[in-house]
């Protein structure tokens, strides 16, 4: 939950430290990516989630900001997570959040990529364990971006609500996600 709160913090100030490089002449203007991921949640720490899915939508505005990374500003229109343990409970939602990437390939902004981002959510619905309509879900992940614009990346998340509620059952996800860059 701390490490939520630590990795929000730090793209919030990559964003600050940041906003002048951006406005430099003859910088790349940035692109547009929609994404599509899903994945089973996992049974980690004591907390079993085998048989809950977590599915989201994701349109996102990449600005590059030095010659391997780029920082993106997120909106998750559709979160979706079904519950196997409370039948048809699904929770559902929307949010708001900062991505980080570290691009291997120089100036290129595609090739193979290292990913980390947070997103505050607000739902509907509870899930189990977690007392909260208000959570945030955190990611590492690595990816590949194609010449096409077509990128796949390959997540692990992790969704909580940071404390704002005594009762904080984590959910840990493997995801995989699909999308384009336009």
Request: with cysteine; proline share 2%.
């Amino acid at each position: 939950m701390k490490i939520n709160l630590l990795v929000g913090l730090l793209l919030l100030a990559s964003l600050f430290f940041t906003t002048s490089l951006c406005a430099a002449e003859g910088a790349h203007p940035g692109k547009f990516n929609i994404e599509l991921s899903g994945g089973p949640g996992l049974e980690l720490g004591g907390t079993d989630r085998s048989g809950d899915f977590l599915l989201k939508s994701t349109l996102e505005f990449e600005k590059p900001f030095s010659s391997h990374f780029s920082l993106g500003l997120r909106l998750l229109p559709l979160f979706l997570y079904e519950q196997k343990s409370k039948g048809d409970d699904t929770v559902w939602g929307g949010g708001l959040g900062l991505g980080l990437r570290f691009y291997f390939e120089r100036d290129s902004y595609r090739g193979v990529y290292l990913e980390t981002n947070t997103h505050a959510l607000a739902h509907k619905g509870r899930i189990e364990g977690n007392g909260s309509n208000l959570n945030f879900l955190s990611a590492f992940g690595v990816g590949y971006g194609f010449q096409n614009g077509l990128h796949t990346v390959l997540r692990y998340e992790h969704l909580s609500n940071a404390g704002l509620d005594s009762h904080n059952r984590g959910v840990d996800v493997l995801t995989l996600g699909l999308g384009f860059t336009f």
